[in-house]
């Protein structure tokens, strides 16, 4: 796949507010396999999801009684450009509520599945709706990137558990970056490298450079840069990442930016074992990370000051090796020396 063609295609996207992508069910399955024990008598919420093509809804609904759930609420977005979303293409926005089988099939029947319309259009920051997240317990579901911000802050807002799909390079917000540095927010357990492949609706413009339609029609495409985001733990977060190599020694390896009181890492597995200062790591290092191991003390991104690395009357925030600036780094120090 291009990923430089790629992210154009989900820039243009998010302009267009065409930002819906359908979460594959293999997808769904590997991640919650890690937080059953969250979910018994809980109520589940999934508030950017069209029940007739969710596989969200599809999961809870079929797994219901296994993860010992005590309601799947789902509400649909419905807006009045039909342009907007395809699929939501009813009159009005609908929630539906599943609270178990009933008749012992084993099987989520429509006779089972509460269906109530919705007065306004389903979108998750209406009253009606954040009535319904302010019953539920945890919230999984895929929200549109593009209001990624805006969404994570009202789920801490009204203090819930949640799990969702979002862009890696939501990490660099500063919204999003301050929850993971206070450890109220972090990456989940399933997704860690490569792309992933999500349905989108039926007027989805297929400019990437990868993409299928399947036998009934249905878009797909391929999108890197996936992760989890959530704020439930899980036992493989706590573990040490193995470290192998030595900065003493090696200190060419490791050269120190111009504006920070830092070395720089490119890659996770370089972190030394040994060096007991502040290190600039990439971004994806926080699919290692462990809080017990690392201490994570800033991100140096355009604005951050970073008192006591970063040196003192350096205009620039991001990383600067011999002049020539890195990507985005996130600054950590080894608790364990």
Known sequence: MGTKSSNKNLRKASKAKKDEFYTQLSDIEKEIRHYKKHFKKKVVFCNCDDPRVSNFFHYF???????????????????????????????????????????????????????????????????????????????????????????????????????????????????????IKEDKLWLGASIHSGDREFGVPDDYPLTAASFRIDSDGKKYIRVKGVRWFTNLDYEERHEDLILYKNYHGNENEYPKYDNYDAINIDITKDIPMDYAGAMGVPITFLDKYNPEQFELLGIMNTGEINKGIRHEGTPHGRPLVNGVEKYLRILIKNKKI
């Open 61 to 179: 609904s079929y797994n219901f009684e296994q993860l010992g759930l005590e309601k799947l609420i789902t509400t649909c977005y419905k807006n009045q450009n039909v342009d907007l979303f395809s699929q939501n293409n009813s009159e009005k926005a609908i929630f539906l509520e599943y609270t178990g089988d009933k008749n012992k099939d084993n099987v989520p029947n429509p006779e089972e599945i509460g269906i109530k319309h919705l007065k306004g259009d389903g979108d998750f920051r209406s009253p009606e709706c954040i009535e319904l997240l302010e019953k539920s317990d945890i919230v999984v579901t895929n929200p549109p990137f593009s209001l990624f911000r805006e969404y994570v802050a009202q789920l801490v807002e009204y203090k819930k558990k949640f799990l969702i799909i979002g862009n890696v390079n939501a990490i660099t917000y500063k919204e999003i970056f301050k929850l």
